[in-house]
Nanobody, 123 residues
């Protein structure tokens, strides 16, 4: 019914930049919140940045001032602009969305995850 597809990952040197994109498709009616999580090698998945439809935004302390989340509501898309990347930012980045979807006569509420995109920061 719904898919989240990420793109934009890759390898970059420390201090470099990347921009991740995540597009939602399917019978999406509304998105309450959209954001990014990451899971580094041997680590638990953690919140990177998240934005609600009301505009409230949360960032992990480790990325504040370096990463910026933005959304295109009309396109069910969320972006993550990452600057001044550090080796510790190396992780698989996952898109996340709390959304409503379904046919006209019925609405479902669910949290969806993308398949993940690898970001590697190394010299």
């Amino acid at each position: 019914q719904v898919q989240l597809v990420e793109s934009g990952g890759g390898s970059v040197q420390p201090g470099g930049s990347l921009r991740l994109s995540c597009v939602g498709s399917g019978r999406i009616k509304s998105i309450t919140a959209m954001g990014w999580y990451r899971q580094g090698p041997g680590k638990q998945r953690e919140l990177v940045a998240r934005q609600t439809s009301g505009g409230d935004t949360n960032y992990a302390d480790s990325v504040k001032g370096r990463f910026t989340i933005s959304r295109d509501y009309a396109k069910s898309t969320v972006y993550l602009q990452m600057s001044n990347l550090k080796p510790e930012d190396t992780a698989v980045y996952y898109c996340n969305a709390d959304l409503e979807y379904g046919p006209v006569e019925r609405t479902y509420h669910e949290t969806y995850w993308g398949q993940g995109t690898q970001v590697t920061v190394a010299s």
